[in-house]
């Protein structure tokens, strides 16, 4: 039986003044191997399901359908850079969102509305970003991030709104991995 990487979240669509200042960070990182995240795929999970039957999906879409059905748009800040693991051994590159009270309550929602199908909430505490990048290994450390990070206007934040929510499948392809669309569920406008 075919089963589907499937995972919840909201697709950013970058305006300028952020493009250029990610832009800015590439070049600024340009020492460093990194695979960058293609802009189109840019996006910020909410829920991992991992891999799922087709029978599995038709529940999880109905029980968000539900549970999303009433939820308003909400907005976040982008704000500074961080790093996952830490800065000697560097792993994942990304954007700091603003976990925002209505984005945490949205979280907590749709964590509970999944617990019926066997998804029990993950007991991490969830901190939302934007993968820009991934470090490739055995790379030598400096003080470019440090200096980079520092420089980063901590003030400087790119605030975007939220009008839906998706459940996309990912899929490995000979190019990189893709975001496919499963279903779409649209917050109401505030």
Known sequence: MEKKRVFLAFAIKLDRPLAEKIKQLQNELSTYRIKWVNAD????????????????????RKLLHEALNDSPTF???????GIFRNRKDPWVLWLD????????????QIDNAVIPL????????????????????????????????????????FK????????FES???????????????????Q
């Open 41 to 60: 795929n840019f996006h910020v999970t909410l829920s991992f399901f991992a891999e799922l039957t087709a029978e599995q999906i038709d529940a999880l």
């Open 97 to 108: 969102i603003e976990a925002s009270s209505q984005l945490i309550n949205l979280k907590n």
């Open 171 to 189: 899929k490995q392809t000979q190019t990189g991995v893709r975001y496919y669309p499963i279903n779409v569920f649209p917050l109401i406008p």
């Open 160 to 167: 975007y709104t939220v009008p839906e929510l998706v459940l």
């Open 118 to 157: 066997g998804f029990t909430p993950n007991d991490n505490r969830f901190h939302p970003h934007l993968t820009l990048g991934h470090f490739l290994p055995r790379q030598k450390n400096s003080s470019l991030l440090d200096n980079l990070f520092n420089e980063w206007q901590s003030t400087e934040q």
């Open 75 to 81: 907005s976040f800040s982008v704000t500074r850079p």
